[in-house]
């Protein structure tokens, strides 16, 4: 998979709103204090305030705040916010994509990384990503994020029976193909 410097920038501005968490927050502040070039940091920080995770408001006491608690708030949300719909295949849901002959059952690979992909994002919170769970815990062993999102996994992905269906599918697929 491969994360645009758009979907990027934006969990970092999402993340750096979380961390403040006290009032509006001036979009200069985010770009320097995130690295990101300020006029593409706007046109993000529109994007986040149409899909409703960002709120703002003009002037000298003005700026950018969470629309929401960052802990109700997704990494999935935030790309799917700035980006559209997580792992599309040329443009369209992998479900709509018809394959021939013997690329046929290629569309359930395509099914399953999307399935794997939203098991993921749609569990991490802006919250978790702010707080520094990601960072390595003693002796290089996975952080706190880490760890609750792998106990998370192994319980199952929360995602529906149709979706848990199409796993299955894809775990039958790749132990066929070995």
Known sequence: MRVS????????????????????????????????????????????????????????????????????ITVAEVIRAVEGAIANVRGVGPEQVEYAGSAARLREVWIAVRANLRAVLEQVTVAELARGGGRRGPRGRPGRLAASLKDRLA?????????????????????QLR
Do not use: C, M
């Open 5 to 72: 410097a758009k979907a990027d920038y934006a969990l970092r501005a999402v993340i750096e709103l979380a961390a403040i968490a006290n009032g509006p927050v001036k979009g200069e502040r985010i770009a320097q204090a995130q690295e990101i070039p300020l006029k593409f940091l706007q046109n993000i920080l529109g994007d986040l305030r149409r899909a409703g995770l960002v709120r703002s408001q003009r002037g000298v006491e003005g700026g950018y705040w969470l629309a929401r608690p960052a802990d109700e």
């Open 155 to 175: 319980r199952g992905p929360n995602v529906d029976d149709l979706t848990t269906l199409q796993l299955e599918r894809f775990h039958l697929l790749t132990r």
